[in-house]
């Protein structure tokens, strides 16, 4: 064996392993004694990557960006614009809306009402299991061995899940906020926290970038608002202003189907018709909402799940997290990210369609994708690139026990 051969056998395994940062130098030495060449392998493909770190509750979700960095670019940002002009405040902050943004809005809620139906049909035909005493599910036609459940009774139960058919709630974690007539107004009191109505939250999203549904009223502003103070402004008059035109027809929007209405796919074909658009229905309601929420601000609460669209969260004081006494019930309002408000719902990943089975003493090879993504999969569609890495595509699973314990 030459050293060209070895190197290809130790880049075969790097690839195999995975890393985006591994290297490997080889000194090679020359006739000439005195010089040396030097063989980098480089592997730039990111392959077998951890999942989101698991918090537990009683802990507080960190910074989207730590507060050191934020701090050090405001000072930055200071120290750039002395002695410049102010610059003008962008449309979201005066109380208008981001013409560009709309026709995105109308897309998203699009592609939400779109992933519902789809789910809808498809758990008909790929089966999906949840658990009767916690909150995990598996996609298959039976559910994963591991004992992990932490529900009522798992001690025991020693773990195990009780599993059951799942719903479309399961599988798209219903996230909710209370819907804002004016987001530019005052943060809403404990005391009207049951007189405000709550919505999903993706859809009050779209509604302040844009959308007019006539159940959710919200306030169009046509002029910029006054400011006072920083907390402080005043509407401006458009009194002076013609009478609105009637706008152009919007993207029509799309309406969930009962579940009693939907039909099924009835043959391969369908199915894979049917996971495809599932998939670009997913892609694009998860970056438009990722778009969104550049432009408009949504808050998450560090110690419990619930989320708020607009600049500043709300003052109900309804946060049950871990030691809520000492904050009187009142949230911990941070910047949230894409997963807080459309959590992707990790399942275990079946390799092998034909085999769904999944053995407990092999836990740590499988790995895993979110709901919607499994079921895609697992109905016929491609794998996307974006989800490779932790689904470990590129890992040999044992067929055995005594196989899996010789693996270094």
């Not at 046509?222 to 005043?234: A, C, D, L, S, T």
């Not at 309601?285 to 808050?299: D, S």
């Not at 049950?320 to 992707?344: C, F």
């Not at 979110?370 to 079921?375: F, G, N």
Request: glycine fraction near 6%.
């Amino acid at each position: 064996m030459n050293i060209f051969e070895a190197v290809q056998i130790f880049r075969f395994h790097i690839l195999q392993y995975g890393g985006d940062k591994l290297q490997l130098k080889l000194r090679i030495p020359a006739k000439n004694l005195s010089q040396t060449r030097d063989f980098v392998i480089r592997c730039n493909n990111p392959q077998n990557a951890d999942l989101p770190k698991y918090y537990s509750k009683k802990e507080k979700k960190p910074f989207p960006i730590p507060i050191v960095e934020l701090r050090r670019a405001a000072r930055a940002r200071l120290k750039n614009r002395k002695g410049q002009p102010k610059r003008p405040v962008p449309p979201p902050k005066t109380g208008l809306v981001v013409k560009s943004l709309v026709p995105l809005a109308y897309k998203v809620l699009n592609a939400r009402v779109l992933l519902i139906n789809n789910l809808k049909k498809l758990i008909k035909v790929v089966p999906v299991n949840a658990c009767k005493w916690c909150n995990e599910i598996h996609v298959g036609p039976v559910g994963h061995p591991f004992k992990s459940c932490k529900g009522q009774g798992s001690s025991l139960r020693r773990g195990i899940h009780a599993w059951t058919n799942a719903v479309v709630e399961d599988i798209l974690v219903p996230i909710e906020a209370y819907h804002l007539y004016d987001r530019l107004g005052k943060r809403i009191p404990h005391e009207e926290r049951f007189s405000i109505p709550r919505i999903p939250a993706l859809v009050e999203l779209c509604v302040q970038a844009g959308v007019d549904l006539p159940e959710f009223p919200t306030k169009r502003r046509r002029k910029r608002v006054i400011r006072i103070g920083k907390n402080e402004f005043v509407d401006a008059d458009e009194s002076e202003l013609p009478d609105p035109e009637p706008d152009a027809p919007e993207t029509p929007l799309l309406t969930e189907i009962p579940t009693e209405s939907l039909v099924p796919p009835s043959n391969a074909e369908e199915t894979a018709l049917l996971v495809e658009e599932t998939l670009q229905a997913w892609e694009e309601m998860r970056q438009g909402a990722k778009r969104l929420m550049r432009m408009y601000p949504v808050r998450v609460c560090g110690y419990c799940p619930e989320v708020h669209v607009g600049p500043s969260g709300h003052k109900a004081q309804n946060c049950g997290a871990h030691k809520h006494q000492q904050r009187n019930g009142q949230h911990g309002w941070q910047s949230a990210v894409l997963d807080d408000l459309i959590p992707p719902r990790y399942v275990w990943h079946v390799p092998d369609v034909n085999e769904p089975m999944l053995h407990r003493e092999l836990r740590n090879f499988y790995g895993q994708a979110p709901a919607v993504v499994e079921i895609c999969v697992q109905g016929g569609a491609a794998i996307p690139e974006l989800y490779k890495p932790t689904m470990r595509l590129d890992v040999g699973i044992p067929t055995n026990v005594k196989e899996a314990e010789m693996v270094v």
